[in-house]
């Protein structure tokens, strides 16, 4: 397994391969590779002949410096899973590989909306920071294939507008939500749960399950959400912070469930003081 710090190195090694007709997938991800991150390599795996995998905890998507501080850094168990999934490429970049200064980023990427609601309007910059790096990113590696978790969904909508609009010739990928036993959606911040409050933490998938149920049947949007603050309540220390149904064609809101269309009901909340995301998709 090939690991290259720096982008020239990075960029040498991957026009080669292009030269040889070599087709290239790459897994963007922060690091703390957990089963989800690794299902994603092996979809790449399987469809290309060298899989590169970046791991940087890319500071402009942070929105709250205590986060950043707090994720999670384990690189070399990351290093030994990707080796022992047969990953053949690491890009494990430092901060100034991609940024001279984090704090003074000029050009931003307007996504027409889609990063101010739901993730975006509570984590502000947050997707703002995740298109940009990953265009930087996509200008670094230029893969053939690209591949993301459907745990991020709103993730995947904006950087399949970006791919769209800025005329990437990438094939997007979206991988299925990975989940532990009894649901709870992996994530490398599960390892923050304290293990008195993991119990409770399936608790969102099972809030989903129920909301997408009672929207089959019916019911509104506001419903719902009052249904979920309700649920989680329940469980002691469950806050909801917003639980909402989209359209992924455009990723707009909706106030009920439509007959035709792929929609994704989201929701996102906090278990003590960590963050957890989920959704799941009803037609
Ligand atoms: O999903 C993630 O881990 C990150 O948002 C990504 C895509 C690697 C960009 O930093």
Do not use: W
């Amino acid at each position: 397994m090939h690991v290259f710090k720096t982008n020239k190195d990075l960029i040498y090694f991957l026009e080669n391969e292009r030269i040889k007709g070599n087709k290239i997938g790459f897994v963007p991800t922060m690091g703390a590779l957990h089963p989800g991150h690794m299902a994603l390599i092996r979809n790449a795996l399987k469809d290309n002949d060298i899989s590169v995998c970046s791991i940087f905890v890319n500071p402009t998507q942070f929105n709250n410096e205590e986060d950043l501080k707090k994720y999670p850094r384990k690189v070399e168990e990351d290093l030994g899973k990707l080796e022992h999934e047969g990953c053949q490429v690491v890009y494990l970049p430092e901060d100034h590989e991609l940024y001279d200064d984090p704090s003074m980023l000029r050009t931003t990427i307007n996504f027409g909306g889609i990063e101010n609601i739901l993730e975006g309007r509570y984590r502000p910059g947050h997707l703002k920071g995740v298109g940009l790096i990953v265009a930087k990113l996509f200008n670094i590696v230029k893969p053939h294939n690209a591949y993301f978790g459907q745990k991020d969904i709103q993730q995947f909508y904006l950087i399949r507008q970006l791919i769209h609009d800025l005329s990437y010739d990438i094939r997007l990928h979206c991988i299925p939500t990975q989940r532990e036993e009894d649901g709870l959606a992996m994530s490398s911040r599960n390892r923050r749960i304290p293990p008195e409050y993991r119990p409770v933490a399936s608790k969102f998938y099972e809030c989903l399950l129920e909301c997408k149920q009672l929207l089959k049947d019916g019911q509104d949007v506001e419903g719902i959400i009052s249904f979920a603050n309700d649920y989680l309540s329940g469980f002691f220390p469950l806050r909801l912070e917003y639980i909402a149904l989209v359209g992924t064609e455009d990723f707009s809101l909706l106030n009920r469930k439509m007959d035709s269309g792929q929609q994704a009901l989201c929701i996102a909340g906090y278990i003590d003081n960590i963050r957890i995301i989920d959704n799941v998709l009803l037609n």
